[in-house]
Nanobody, 122 residues
Framework: QVQLVESGGGLVQAGGSLRLSCTAS????????MGWFRQAPGEEREFVAA????????YYASSAKGRWAISRDSTKNTIYLQMNSLELEDTAVYYC???????????????WGQGTQVTVSS
């Protein structure tokens, strides 16, 4: 069973930065694309960013483009989401997920982490 564990969330002031990490439990990590999603209170979960299995492709939601960067370290079975210029609207639970294919569609991801809370304050 694949397990994904996120870390790095917390409380940050608007304009600040955070780096989220997601570590996979098993060694086939490098064969799959990975993604980050988020869910704000009272809202549906939404796509944030995705990265191809080799790290050569990345795709961002418009809300993340230009501010954030997704990356992966195959030696650590870990992906990252570097979030800069955080805004109040970025407050949400952030989830990493393993995808069947490189996609921005939630249904294309079949393994999910438990989520990590990011709270941006004014």
């Amino acid at each position: 069973q694949v397990q994904l564990v996120e870390s790095g969330g917390g409380l940050v002031q608007a304009g600040g930065s955070l780096r989220l990490s997601c570590t996979a439990s098993e060694g086939t990590f490098n064969s799959y694309p990975m993604g980050w999603f988020r869910q704000a209170p009272g809202e549906e979960r939404e796509f944030v960013a995705a990265i191809g299995h080799s790290g050569g492709m990345a795709y961002y939601a418009s809300s993340a483009k230009g501010r954030w960067a997704i990356s992966r370290d195959s030696t650590k079975n870990t992906i990252y989401l570097q979030m800069n210029s955080l805004e109040l609207e970025d407050t949400a639970v952030y989830y990493c997920a393993r995808g069947r294919k490189f996609s921005d569609v939630e249904g294309d991801y079949n393994y999910w982490g438990q989520g990590t809370q990011v709270t941006v304050s004014s």
